[in-house]
């Protein structure tokens, strides 16, 4: 009969892995540390890039091969930048509309993604696909008949019942701000988010007699802010950075934006990247404070978003 | 075919401007004169692509339209920036909508199309007299005749090239036809021992593809269109055989493809990767600002096959046909056309000042770039001459570049780009 051997069998081993889980542990951490700051590197190497850029003389940006940091560093760059034109009122318009956009977006497109998601009523397909269908015509098919909607909007701008006379909205915070505050993307991402939610929690609130507005604000909602994160900084760094449209609808220095300011220092002969990495950098400055106030909500939506 | 903004919007802007503007007046038989008669008041937009980077606002609203407000009181100018690659959006946009700018500036080239929408307005002929100009600059002024526009700055493309490695070669004068260029750009060309590319003998594509082939095509006695402009020309043998030389000199490795650079970067030529370079007058203020011992190092010739040519680019500046207000409009084209506010313009980006009278100036004296394209503005030739030039202009870049990467040949490419030109032109 075969005896059984109570005696344990010494854990095995293999050639070149006798460390302790603890050595292993701290391996694998620093394995992560190095690849977490090769990545941050390669994230923060063009911000940088673009800071020194921004302190360089014309002498420096001409060094071949190029130089790293400055030979003499060229502070005045901002001064002049700054003087080029009214960088702070254009800064200060491009916050304005990023911000009503994103506030718009967030609002309109959930109560849209919601409607199209939860509730039952004729032609809601159609209208679905009405969306969809707009997320694929490219941006500046839509700008001319935009332009023209803008220009002959009736009772603005001089303009009579019928829209003629005046200038509409042009050069006025309702062309910056109305067109293309709500986008078909975010309605588009909105109802996938609440299509995902269960119908239990809508059946109930009804029961309790919640109204829709109600379902929407209180209930559905709260359970979706991964989706309102991820539109919300969307819409405001797009929002940020668009170029063509406040450029084709403003002609005053008071209504135009960071980005068009930005194209003065980019002629038909030459590009002034010393003025051009000065003044984006400051264009850079609001969004950068922007992420760090939230970045610990911006994180944590994305985490969620991830585990969803 | 290339989706881009640009194409997007001449294909719907300007058929929409065509159809918005037609209502009021037929096209191409030229725009009623605007009665300038009047007396200069009112409130006017100036639709400006001049007067960028760090000193041109003040430049202009600081100097310029200061001295315009001294001699014109009741008229207020409000003047709308923008680049110049939005140029042609925004006029488009303006056209279509009806809010044509009182005052607009224009490219070379430009005058055709916009006269023919009647988007324009004719200015009297006795401008063209005012002041001393070369045929040649105000050719691209006219249309069906008249005059539309006057010229404020020129950006001529000439070619440049490096003297301390011309004389280390022991090359003593430049290239007169293109075999010379050839040979010089061969033995100019530098390799190190891997084969690998140090320097270019030519380096035809830091320009705008476009202008360069432009150049050779005159530069080879060849035409782009015929003189009304319903005729494609630019398909000729001299128009096969001048982006053929670019290829030609790709193939046997005194150009490369891969050396362009953006404007503002230091040229080839400043970095020592290429011997003679397409460019344009402006890089002596580069030079100046970027490479100052290079100044005396760099020199300039123009170059042609059977007919030296030199591409001239450059800004006008025109009244709107629509103006409420034409004789304020009229006053500011008059005082930007003038030689204070020519020179001012000129000196602010580095620029050729349209009017010859200026050559005695202390700024044509002090720039030799600007100086040696001032006198051989004789030899000048400028794209477009037919209305349906914004939507060709947009297409010749793209196309010619399927040739030089080897997607098709010369001759195929050429062809392909008559073939939209020819259906661009049936579309007037």
Redesign the interface.
């Known amino acids: 009969m075969a005896g059984t051997d109570l005696v344990a069998a010494p854990p095995r081993t293999t050639p070149g892995s006798s460390r302790t889980p603890a050595a292993r542990r701290r391996l694998e951490r620093g394995a992560l540390y190095l690849v977490l700051t090769v990545i941050a590197v390669v994230m923060v190497v063009p911000f940088v890039w673009m800071i020194l850029t921004s302190l360089k003389t014309?002498?420096d940006?001409?060094a071949?091969p190029p130089s790293f940091l400055p030979a003499q560093w060229a502070w005045g760059n901002y001064a002049?930048?700054l003087?080029?034109?009214p960088f702070l009122t254009y800064a200060r318009n491009s916050l304005i509309i990023a911000v009503s956009h994103t506030a718009i977006n967030l609002v309109i497109a959930s109560m849209a993604g919601y409607a199209l998601a939860r509730l039952r009523f004729r032609g809601s397909e159609l209208v679905f696909i009405g969306f969809v269908a707009a997320l694929m015509i490219?941006t500046?098919?839509k700008?001319?008949p935009e332009?023209?909607i803008v220009?002959?909007m009736p009772l603005f701008g001089g303009n009579d019942i019928l829209g003629q006379g005046g200038?509409g909205w042009?050069d006025t915070w309702w062309a910056l701000i109305v067109p293309g505050a709500v986008t078909p993307f975010a309605v588009f991402l909105f109802r996938q988010f609440y299509l995902d939610l269960p119908v239990e929690l809508e059946e109930a609130a009804r029961l309790d007699g919640v109204s829709e507005l109600g379902i929407w604000a209180r209930i559905m909602t709260p359970l979706v802010k991964p989706a309102f994160i991820t539109v919300a900084l969307l819409t405001f760094e797009s929002s940020w950075n668009n170029f063509?449209w406040p450029?084709?609808v403003t002609?005053?220095d008071s209504m135009r934006v960071i980005q068009v300011g930005l194209?003065?220092?980019?002629?038909?002969?030459?590009?002034?990247?010393a003025?051009l990495m000065a003044g984006t950098t400051l264009a850079t400055v609001p969004m950068v404070v922007l992420f760090l106030l939230g970045q610990k909500y911006f994180v944590r939506g994305f985490a969620n978003a991830g585990i969803k | 075919m290339e989706l881009s903004r640009r194409n997007f919007l001449v294909a719907m802007g300007l058929g929409t401007a065509t159809v918005m503007a037609g209502c009021a007046t037929t096209s191409g038989s030229g725009a009623p004169a605007a009665d300038a008669s009047g007396p200069a008041q009112g409130d006017i937009t100036f639709l400006c692509a001049l007067f960028e980077g760090a000193t041109g606002k003040e430049t202009l609203e600081g100097n310029l339209l200061k001295q315009f407000k001294e001699k014109y009181p009741d008229v207020n100018v409000t003047v709308d920036y923008t680049d110049y690659g939005s140029l042609n959006e925004k006029i488009t946009t303006g056209l279509a909508s009806g809010l044509m700018p009182d005052v607009v500036t224009l490219g070379v080239g430009w005058i055709p199309p916009f006269a023919y929408k009647n988007a324009i307005a004719p200015l009297p002929e006795s401008l063209a007299t005012r002041y001393t100009y070369e045929e040649r600059v105000l050719e691209p002024s006219r249309f069906d005749g008249k005059l539309y526009a006057l010229p404020m700055v020129l950006d001529t493309r000439i070619v440049a090239y490096r003297k301390d490695f011309f004389e280390e070669a022991g090359i003593t004068a430049p290239p007169k036809d293109w075999a010379e260029l050839r040979e010089i750009a061969k033995e100019l060309t530098v390799r190190d021992k891997d084969g690998t590319l140090q320097r270019a003998g030519f380096d035809p594509f830091s320009i705008d593809l476009r202008q360069c082939w432009e150049t050779f095509l005159f530069g080879n006695s060849g035409e782009l269109f015929s003189a009304d402009g319903r005729e494609v020309l630019f398909d000729s043998p001299e128009g096969v055989a001048a982006l053929q030389l670019f290829l030609d000199m790709v193939a046997d490795g005194s150009a490369d493809f891969a050396l362009t650079t953006e404007a503002g970067q230091p040229t080839t030529l400043q970095q020592g990767t290429s011997a003679i370079m397409m460019t344009n007058n402006s890089l002596y203020v580069q030079l100046q600002q970027q490479n100052p011992e290079l100044v005396d190092k760099v020199g300039t010739f123009v170059l042609g096959n059977t007919a030296p040519a030199m591409l001239q680019g450059g800004t006008m500046i025109s009244q709107s046909a629509s103006s409420k207000n034409p004789a304020a409009a009229r006053a500011l084209v008059e005082f930007l056309g003038s030689p204070d506010a020519v020179l001012v313009a000129s000196e602010q980006r580095g620029s050729v000042p349209a009017i010859s009278d200026l050559r005695d100036s202390d700024y044509v004296k002090g720039n030799p770039m600007v100086a040696f394209a001032l006198e051989n503005l004789g030899k000048a030739r400028s794209e477009g001459g037919t209305p349906a030039w914004m939507e060709i202009r947009e297409k010749i870049k793209p196309t010619l570049e399927t040739a030089v990467v080897g997607q098709q040949t010369a001759e195929q490419a050429i062809a392909q780009l008559a073939g939209i030109a020819d259906d661009a032109i049936a579309r007037l």
Do not use: G
């Open positions: 014309p002498q940006l001409a071949t002049e930048a003087a080029a034109a490219p500046y098919t700008i001319i332009f023209l220009r002959f200038t042009l063509l450029l084709l002609r005053t194209s003065v220092f980019r002629t038909e002969n030459d590009t002034q990247w003025f």
